[in-house]
């Protein structure tokens, strides 16, 4: 288990996005030559374990050959939500991607048999923050499809809906597929274009964490993941995050432990922490731990948004 969630934290840190900024109308494209059922069949496999604890059997159907110039990193995030959407709303049901090319387009349709989304409601479903079910149904701030429709427009594509209520759902994306293509500046920023501040999430409940990255990487923010303090510790020597949003309550290091380790490092004691906690009671033993804020779960949205922005462009390291 250690090491799976090591390899997926290398992954992530390595995998980390230059830009980020969909909110603002901001997104920078790399493209390069893609092999797409390649990319589709790796982005599958990345999720056998999530596939198992839901009870879903996925099956992936490719054309051979099919290759273009798209942005990987960018792709393989739309796959990822379309997939993790699926299994969310299809548990215990199988699950289809098909990956067709035509004369200029390539196609992924990614289908589950799940609950379904009834008519009135499809018309919003890509809007940002939309969610089609009460949440205790289904973890997520509902950003997924909304962030997938707006790296597929980046990319000149489309994204579309097929479902009826009960009888689960189809998700299409359309790709051009050009033969070639420079790599993209920014989309409606100037010179000077900056990195974007990184944020370092020490949380040990995936659900949350999985939540507090769509909403951070929506309003154009890079997030590295640790799930404990001792990942957050080596993960910390390789990616000098602008602040840091700790959990207090963790298995192998507590938010405690890593704040008195962090502290004796003098690159990292100045470094901002905010710490998040279930517990109301911990908001005096916040400021006895020397963190800059304290945020209570559930996580209000605009609270988490106010924290972070009170820190942008706080110089890493120093």
């Known amino acids: 288990k250690l090491d799976r969630q090591a390899l997926r934290l290398n992954r992530l840190v390595d995998r980390l996005l230059e830009v980020s900024r969909i909110a603002s109308g901001r997104l920078r494209l790399e493209p390069e030559r893609v092999d797409l059922a390649a990319l589709v069949k790796e982005v599958g496999g990345s999720f056998e374990e999530e596939l198992g604890r839901a009870g879903c059997a996925l099956s992936i ?3 051979d050959n099919l290759v273009g110039y798209w942005d990987p990193l960018r792709l393989e995030q739309v796959v990822s939500n379309l997939l993790s959407n699926a299994i969310k709303y299809g548990a215990d049901r199988p699950i289809e991607i098909d990956v067709t090319a035509g004369p200029s387009v390539a196609k992924i ?27 205790r149904h289904a973890g997520g701030f509902g950003l997924g499809l909304w962030i997938a429709r707006e790296i597929v427009q980046a990319m000149g594509g489309s994204i579309s809906l097929s ?42 409940d995936q659900d949350i964490l999985d939540g507090l990255t769509e909403i951070l990487e929506s309003e154009g923010y890079g997030v590295v993941c640790a799930h404990n303090g001792r990942e957050a510790l080596e993960c910390i ?21 890593f704040l008195e380790r962090i502290r004796l490092k003098r690159e990292f004691a100045e470094l901002p922490i905010v710490l998040i906690s279930a517990d109301g009671n911990l908001r005096e033993k916040a400021r006895s731990l020397g963190v800059s804020r304290y945020l209570e779960k559930p996580i209000q ?14 110089a890493r390291g120093s």
């Not at 020597?237 to 432990?257: E, F, H, I, N, Y």
């Open 163 to 204: 479902s009826a209520l009960g009888s689960g759902s189809s998700f299409t994306v359309e790709l051009p597929m050009p033969e070639r293509v420079s790599a993209a500046p920014d989309v409606g920023s100037g010179d000077g274009a900056q990195e974007p501040d990184r944020i370092l999430i020490v949380e040990d």
């Open 109 to 135: 349709v990614v289908t589950d048999h799940g609950i379904g989304i009834a008519p009135e409601h499809q018309s919003r479903i890509f809007d940002r923050f939309e969610r089609v079910v009460p949440q």
């Open 237 to 257: 020597k390789r990616v000098r995050p602008s602040v840091v949003l700790l959990d207090l309550t963790m298995p192998m290091m507590d938010g405690a432990q």
């Open 301 to 314: 949205i605009a609270a988490l948004l106010d924290a972070v922005k009170a820190f942008r462009g706080n």
């Open 61 to 63: 159907a490719v054309d």
